[in-house]
């Protein structure tokens, strides 16, 4: 029996018809954690006791670890899963079990015409994530959408736009919003038990390698007839690579850095985690400086020495110890004066969180740990335990609850498209190369006051076929 087979078996979801119910919902000005609302509560067709019936897009490793929390959140049942690439499909519903009845495809809009779903999972690279999600929501479902959400700034303003358009719910696949220890820790920052914060400090994340021209590879067989070109989506096509079938985040034109340590990969959830924690989740920098040229070298040293139990990010170390890539410390400054140092070592920093640093001291935040210095400031009688669930469940059960009550999500598209601009920030400033000379952001148009050549890249032309829905 299959690890897959196994957790189904555990955590079988009954079927059952649902019931088409309007229900609205008056207009929330805060969501249940805290954060200032940017989403409208929108009517909805789920009744509060109904199932949630969700699709799955794009069958990588991440959707399989993904179904299986799915499969243990109540008021969820996965109906039909897509990807372009058959042998996908076929091995997904294998492991899956069939007999559950899942239905497989392989044109995500089939699918969304075919199967009565009231939301999609999009667990697909990212350089076809918006095309896809986009079109979901002009049909009326409600997204769950892995990060970063976009490849580019202007894309996922695109998102939003959609978003707000047609009303559906929204979560970014930043699971940290949902994780009581990480937002009680970043509501310490915000509510002043550091005093000011002056700075916060971060990893200098690894960014993407460049695709030189290559000979093409035989294609693997049992994909069906233009599966390669739906795969290659929005990017200029190229002949069939396994480099780029099976390692697609390396690259700058199709993701921004989306391995681990990378700058889309672990650092959209840092930046997310900066974000909430400095109260910024609807906004962002005004100024973006490149500290150093840009090299590629190593995440970290690596040397031997004694690891601190304050060290958050320990388990994280060994995962990266020999991944190399451009990297250059980036600073930014937000509009109170507050300082984002990106200039840590993967081997020395929270990997997917950062270190908040005020007048009265230090807070560290990373996935379900955290530390400070003094260590009395986290020690309070009201500190929530740590999670006895996979890390992902509570952030795909608040997608859910939000479906069912049209109330914004712990990670709204808003606050996925800030997160992600940080990224990207830090990519342009490296791309720009201009050392010393700080790049003048403007948070509420998302455009450039003073780079002519930077606001030529937070968007990019996309092949015909695959451009976005009007």
């Known amino acids: 029996m299959g690890h897959m087979e196994w957790i189904i078996m555990r955590h079988e979801n009954a079927l059952s018809r649902r019931a088409f119910l309007a229900a609205t919902t008056t207009t929330a000005l805060v969501t249940a954690r805290g954060e200032p609302n940017t989403a409208r509560v929108v009517p909805g067709k789920i009744s509060p006791n109904e199932t949630v019936v969700v699709g799955m897009i794009g069958l990588g490793g991440r959707c399989h670890q993904v179904v299986s929390t799915s499969l243990a959140v109540p008021g969820m049942r996965i109906a039909a899963v897509c990807d372009c690439f058959k042998p996908r499909v076929d091995s997904f519903l294998r492991a899956a079990g069939q007999e559950r009845g899942w239905h497989g495809y392989l044109d995500f809009r089939t699918m969304i015409e075919?199967?009565?779903?009231?939301?999609?999972?999009?667990?697909?690279?990212?350089?076809?994530?918006?095309?896809?999600?986009?079109?979901?929501m002009a049909a009326g479902l409600d997204a769950y959408i892995e990060k970063p959400m976009?490849?580019?700034?202007?894309?996922?303003?695109?998102?939003?736009?959609?978003?707000?358009?047609?009303?559906?719910?929204?979560?970014?696949?930043?699971?940290?919003?949902?994780?009581?220890?990480?937002?009680?820790?970043?509501?310490?920052?915000?509510n002043g038990a550091l005093g000011k914060v002056t700075e916060v400090l971060a990893p200098d994340f690894v960014g993407p390698l460049r695709w030189t021209p290559k000979a093409g590879q035989p294609m693997p067989g049992g994909g069906t007839e233009g599966w390669w070109d739906t795969g290659t989506n929005q990017v200029e096509w190229r002949p069939y690579h396994r480099d780029l079938h099976r390692g697609w985040a390396k690259w700058w034109d199709y993701d921004g850095g989306g391995r681990s340590f990378g700058v889309t990969g672990w650092g959209a959830h840092s930046y997310d985690q900066i974000q909430r924690g400095l109260g910024t989740s609807a906004t962002g920098p005004v100024e973006i400086v490149l500290e150093e040229p840009v090299e590629?070298?190593?995440?970290?040293?690596?040397?031997?020495?004694p690891i601190a139990d304050s060290e958050t990010g320990a388990p994280y170390y060994g995962m990266v110890k020999t991944l190399t890539g451009p990297r250059a410390r980036v600073t930014?400054?937000?509009?109170?004066?507050?300082?984002?140092?990106?200039?840590?070592?993967?081997?020395?920093?929270?990997?997917?969180?950062?270190?908040?640093?005020?007048?009265?001291?230090?807070?560290?935040?990373?996935?379900?740990?955290?530390?400070?210095?003094?260590?009395s400031?986290?020690?309070?009688?009201?500190?929530?335990?740590?999670?006895?669930?996979?890390?992902?469940?509570?952030?795909?059960?608040?997608w859910i609850d939000c479906i069912k009550t049209r109330r914004p999500c712990n990670a709204d598209i808003e606050y996925g498209q800030r997160s992600s601009t940080l990224c990207y920030l830090v990519n342009i400033a490296r791309d720009l190369g201009r050392v010393g000379a700080p790049l003048k952001w403007n948070p509420e148009t998302e455009r450039f006051t003073n780079s002519t050549e930077g606001n030529a890249m937070l968007s990019r032309p996309r092949r015909e076929g695959y451009e976005l829905p009007a």
């Open 114 to 136: 075919k199967e009565n779903l009231d939301g999609v999972m999009v667990e697909t690279t990212t350089h076809a994530r918006a095309w896809i999600v986009c079109q979901a």
């Open 150 to 190: 976009c490849l580019t700034i202007a894309e996922g303003r695109e998102m939003v736009k959609a978003a707000r358009k047609y009303g559906r719910v929204t979560q970014v696949g930043t699971q940290q919003r949902s994780i009581p220890l990480n937002n009680w820790a970043c509501d310490l920052v915000r």
């Open 296 to 305: 590629v070298r190593r995440a970290g040293t690596f040397d031997e020495r």
């Open 332 to 375: 930014m400054t937000y509009a109170n004066g507050t300082r984002l140092n990106l200039c840590l070592d993967a081997d020395r920093s929270p990997g997917l969180g950062c270190i908040f640093v005020g007048e009265k001291g230090r807070i560290e935040v990373n996935r379900d740990r955290i530390s400070a210095d003094p260590a």
């Open 377 to 398: 400031l986290v020690t309070s009688p009201d500190r929530p335990p740590h999670l006895q669930v996979p890390e992902t469940g509570p952030h795909i059960e608040n």
